[in-house]
Nanobody
Framework: QVQLVESGGGLVQAGGSLRLSCAAS????????MGWFRQAPGQEREFVAAISSGGLYYADSVKGRFTISRDNAKNTVHLQMNSLKPEDTAVYYC?????????WGKGTLVTVSS
């Protein structure tokens, strides 16, 4: 069983920054891809950013503002979010792919006030 624990969400004013973290734990495993999705009220869950051995990937809406990084030794992924906008308000979910199976965290709320 894989557990994902997210942290770092909260309330911030537009233009501010937040740093999300997600730590994976459980049985021994090899992680392929780690990433983040988000879901705003009334909207579908959407891709935000991902990191794998193949590189870094970002949604167009966050390019230049968000940076994803990974600590393989700690099975942790971070999302540095700068220049936040009200439209970034959402629940952010950590996603980890292990042996072609996606695992999800419970989500952390990010609220950006105007």
């Amino acid at each position: 069983q894989v557990q994902l624990v997210e942290s770092g969400g909260g309330l911030v004013q537009a233009g501010g920054s937040l740093r999300l973290s997600c730590a994976a734990s459980g049985r021994s495993f090899s992680i392929n891809t780690m990433g983040w999705f988000r879901q705003a009220p009334g909207q579908e869950r959407e891709f935000v950013a991902a990191i794998s051995s193949g590189g870094l990937y970002y949604a167009d809406s966050v390019k230049g503002r968000f940076t994803i990084s990974r600590d393989n030794a700690k099975n942790t992924v971070h999302l540095q979010m700068n220049s936040l906008k009200p439209e970034d308000t959402a629940v952010y979910y950590c996603n980890v792919n292990i042996a072609a199976i996606n695992h999800w965290g419970k989500g952390t709320l990010v609220t950006v006030s105007s």
